[in-house]
């Protein structure tokens, strides 16, 4: 039976269904081309052999190589541990997919960019795997605050305990008090004892009374810092504030080669303010002047405390000859969480919480520095 199709009625259609494939194929690499230049997350493609042969723009952000200069490489040379990166490649290729795995790659200017990663093996009909498909999620700074919230928790326990261990010390020091006046009545009534005797008694009396009151003075000091407290105003006189902190860090200070001078305006320099806040602002930043002239080593470490007065502000300045910050780190030194300093000696909260503090007082705190001359900082507070 012949066909009552008219002749070439079959090769429109085809040619029509060809045009549609076509077009539906042009539409869909345009589409695939628009997420890989406007995605975010680190789109990539690789051959059986784990060659790049696609990598979009959020990789060349995330990672900072340009497409042309990855292309053609293999992708486990951008990976931390290539070796981990390929065991994680064959797991992929072995269940079909790795999916949500964290794992760190290197950036080009040479940190560690952390990302979540999702491999897809990419398979043809008969099941031969050609290649693998990669999407990576930057989750650097979601895992940095997971990490800095873990360690201002371990800080807020160290504060705690602190705070506990002063409580401790306050009771024996009381007993030691009460004893060492006893031991004077004693001595006072003795007989026996020779003028010299009693005198060497009442002068070790006296030492111990003296130093059990420098230990309480130390744990109310330590006490006031730690407690956490509301802003308070009252009468504060600086430049005692100034000793008296200075004093607290005395037992630190006296095993290092470091002379601290204090030159100071004349007379008594009174203001309306928060003395255990501008404490604390003293403390961080003194320790971080220590700090700075220890990190530079050598002998002839100094630190100078100046105060005046600029119009109708109080100037604390706070100078060191230490290292000094690099014009690097110069713009992110009031960053939470930014330290220069090795993991256990900082916590990059000094420095913010100490600006926050200055600024709810009404004041500013500022610095100048050279790399490799030294840093000095600028506390202003306003006289009323």
């Avoid at 009381?174 to 060492?180: K, T, V, W």
């Avoid at 290092?256 to 203001?271: A, F, H, R, T």
Wanted: glycine share 10%.
């Amino acid at each position: 039976m012949e066909s009552s199709d008219p002749p070439g009625s079959h090769s429109k259609e085809n040619a029509q269904e060809i045009l549609g494939l076509k077009m539906e194929l042009l539409q869909t690499r345009r589409y695939l081309q628009c997420i890989l230049q406007h995605s975010n997350d680190i789109i990539f493609a690789t051959d059986a052999g784990g060659i790049l042969v696609s990598f979009g723009r959020g990789g060349e952000k995330a990672l900072g190589y340009p497409r042309e200069e990855v292309a053609g490489r293999p992708i486990r040379d951008l990976a931390v541990d290539p070796s981990e990166f390929d065991r994680l490649t064959a797991l992929a290729q072995e269940m079909g997919n790795a999916a949500h795995v964290e794992f760190p790659f290197r950036h080009k200017a040479g940190h560690t960019i952390y990302c979540d990663v999702s491999l897809i093996a990419f398979t043809r009909a008969e099941g031969q795997t050609v290649g693998t498909v990669g999407i990576g999620r930057d989750v650097t700074q979601q895992k940095k605050l997971q990490e800095d919230l873990i360690r201002v928790d371990r800080l807020a326990e160290i504060g705690r305990t602190a705070s506990g261990i002063a409580h401790e010390i306050n009771n024996p020091l009381a007993i030691i008090g009460e004893i060492s006046g006893w031991i004077r009545t004693v001595a006072g009534d003795a007989k026996g004892l020779t003028p010299e005797d009693r005198e060497e008694i009442e002068r070790a009396v006296r030492f111990i009374q003296e130093q059990t009151r420098r230990c309480r003075s130390i744990t109310h000091q330590l006490l006031s810092f730690v407690r956490d407290s509301g802003p308070s105003r009252a009468s504060v006189d600086i430049h005692k504030l100034l000793e008296e902190t200075v004093s607290f860090l005395n037992p630190d200070l006296k095993y290092k080669e470091i002379l601290v001078s204090i030159n100071l305006m004349e007379g008594p320099l009174v203001m309306d303010s928060d003395k255990q806040m501008l404490e604390q602002v003293l403390v961080n930043l003194l320790s971080n002047a220590v700090y700075a002239v220890e990190e530079k080593g050598g002998k002839g470490g100094r630190i100078d405390i100046a105060t005046a007065r600029v119009e109708s502000m109080i100037e604390i300045r706070i100078s060191d000859n230490g290292a000094g910050i690099s014009e690097e780190n110069q713009k992110r030194m009031f960053d939470l969480f930014f330290t220069t300093k090795p993991p256990g000696k900082g916590t990059g909260l000094g420095l913010p919480i100490c600006q926050n503090i200055i600024r709810k007082l009404g004041g500013d705190l500022s610095f100048k520095t050279e790399a490799g001359e030294g840093t000095t900082f600028f506390v202003r507070l306003p006289v009323s």
